[in-house]
């Protein structure tokens, strides 16, 4: 008899799970009856693209990176590699708000650590103190600590206090939306720590690192590469796609054939029950051999909290922060600013709503119309959750009122695009990957029960796939077993 799967959630980690699920039983020649649940009317999650005149404006994420494979890999298979977009070759600096005046990254910087020299000198955003004090990695030797620490804790240790407020958390706020103090090093930058296990510096480690990059280029590019391998190995770090990232939603979607979509369905309990799984929609109970959650964890720990109080609590220890992303559309012409790279972080110091600003129609091109310009800000976080409660008219005013005196406006935006994020960013805090362990052993004690997504192993679009595909292994694994 055919096995009853059920994904719950439709965002990039059920569609992907799906998506392989789907491949893998093709291959095998396995029989699978799937249904796919997803709360929302719309598929793809924190993945959402709006397009408002010649404005293409995301709500969630904007870019993914290339150089985790597994976002190119999906992209390959569903035939988009012609539409990935690469970053503006030209335009890439990256501005930092200082006393409420624009300064750019040194070039050559590995986040914190200085990968060139002469710029990281002549740099004005780090004082000579603060220079003298990252130097000083070169020297200090490696801790021995086999423990997980706080970003924090680690760049104070290795390049000292400008580092940690300059660079470490200013740019980990974008990413993480969290709290430099409390993240995790070892899950959210484990190759920061492993350059300091190798080489005991981390200057030294990207030095020598760019070292065998540069060695390994020198040699020639192999001759065989394919077409599309040589295409992926000319994309910038991050890429988008032409029409945004809703595209692979799209594209994903279009992969459903034979599989019981129900959007608009709220799973509202999930429980064992007579060997299978039972799950409880507002209106009916589907019966499953397996159920794979790609919720977020609090939602997860919810269902589960009525029969595995262990479990339940290891999920509910992954804290969630809030944020929202504020898109502002300007004629070219009202806007001062040349705008001439990715956009500008703010320092806490600053004492201002916006975490960060891209400017999105010079990192990728095709995003306005050429008279316009399309800048969006991320806003909220471990530091400023409660901006989420502030209206969309006051989000739009603040923005504006905080990038008016940086930017040189002239005129109010011709488009305003507000998005919120309520306790919709993990945080990997000190200790994640234990918990992670936790959660990862206490859900083996229930055959055909399966967690994925953003709340556990990597936050990144690529990773969330990269979920997706191993449960989907997991998943036919257990069918196989059962069958
Ligand atoms: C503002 C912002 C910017 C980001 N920027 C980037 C970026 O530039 N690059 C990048 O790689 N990543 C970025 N991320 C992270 C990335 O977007 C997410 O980690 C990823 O999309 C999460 O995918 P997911 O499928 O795990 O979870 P989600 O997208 O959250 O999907 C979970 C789904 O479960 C559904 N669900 C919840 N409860 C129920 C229920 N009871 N019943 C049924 N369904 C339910 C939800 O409706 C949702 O659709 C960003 C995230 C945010 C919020």
Redesign the pocket.
């Known amino acids: 008899m055919k096995k009853k799967i059920v994904i719950?959630?439709?965002?990039?980690?059920?569609l992907s799970t799906v998506y392989f699920l789907k491949e893998k039983s093709r291959e095998l020649g396995i029989e699978i009856d799937c249904t796919l649940?997803?709360?929302?009317d719309r598929?793809?999650?924190?993945?959402v693209t709006d397009r408002i005149d010649d404005f293409i404006i995301e709500?969630?994420?904007?870019?993914?990176?290339s150089q985790k494979p597994w976002g190119i890999t999906l992209c390959r298979k569903l035939g988009l590699m012609d539409q990935l977009v690469s970053t503006h070759p030209i335009h890439k600096a990256i501005y930092i708000l200082s006393h409420g005046r624009l300064k750019q990254f040194p070039e050559g910087m590995n986040l914190m650590i200085p990968g060139r020299i002469t710029p990281f000198l002549l740099s004005p955003i780090v004082s000579w103190q603060g220079k003298a004090r990252m130097g000083l990695d070169l020297l200090i030797p490696k801790n021995k600590e086999a423990a997980d620490e706080s970003i924090a804790s680690f760049v104070r240790r290795r390049l000292g206090s400008e580092a940690v407020t300059t660079f470490a958390e200013p740019i980990l706020a974008t990413i993480y939306a969290g709290d430099v103090e409390q993240l995790s090093l070892a899950a959210t930058f484990p190759q920061f720590a492993g350059l300091e296990k190798e080489f005991g510096s981390l200057i030294w480690g990207i030095w020598m690192k760019k070292w065998d990059a540069r060695m390994a280029q020198s040699k020639g590019p192999a001759n065989n590469k394919s077409r599309e391998t040589g295409q992926a190995e000319k994309l910038t770090l991050f890429v988008t796609l032409k029409n945004g990232l809703a595209s692979l939603v799209q594209s994903l979607q279009e992969q459903l054939s034979g599989i019981d979509v129900q959007q608009g369905?709220?799973?509202?309990a999930l429980f064992p029950h007579q060997g299978r799984y039972a799950i409880d929609l507002s209106n009916q109970r589907l019966n499953a051999d397996a159920v794979v959650i790609?919720?977020?964890a609090t939602?997860a720990a919810r269902w589960i909290g009525s029969w595995d109080g262990a479990l339940s609590g290891h999920l509910s220890s992954i804290p969630y922060v809030s944020?929202a992303?504020v898109s502002l559309g300007f004629r070219r012409e009202d806007v001062a600013h040349p705008l001439t790279g990715f956009g500008f972080v703010i320092p806490r110091l600053e004492r201002k709503h916006i975490l960060a600003t891209t400017w999105s129609s010079t990192k990728f091109q095709g995003r306005a119309h050429p008279a316009d310009v399309l800048i969006r800000s991320?806003l909220g976080g471990a530091h400023q959750e409660e901006v989420v409660d502030l209206s969309d008219d006051e989000l739009v005013s603040a923005v504006y009122n905080e990038l008016k005196p940086v930017l040189g406006m002239s005129a109010k935006p011709t488009m305003a695009r507000v998005?919120k994020?309520r306790k919709?960013?993990p945080q990997y805090n000190v200790g994640h990957l234990t918990r992670v362990a936790a959660i990862e052993k206490e859900t083996e004690k229930y055959a055909g029960l399966f967690l994925a997504?953003?709340?556990y192993k990597g936050?990144?679009?690529?990773d969330?796939i990269q979920q997706g595909w191993e449960t989907a292994e997991k998943v036919i694994r257990f069918v196989q077993k059962g069958a």
């Open positions: 719950i959630g439709g965002g990039v980690t059920g649940i997803e709360a929302s598929l793809g999650g924190k993945i709500g969630g994420p904007d870019s993914f990176l369905q709220r799973v509202k790609t919720t977020d939602t944020t992303t991320f998005f994020w919709a960013n997504g953003a709340a936050v990144g679009i690529p969330c």
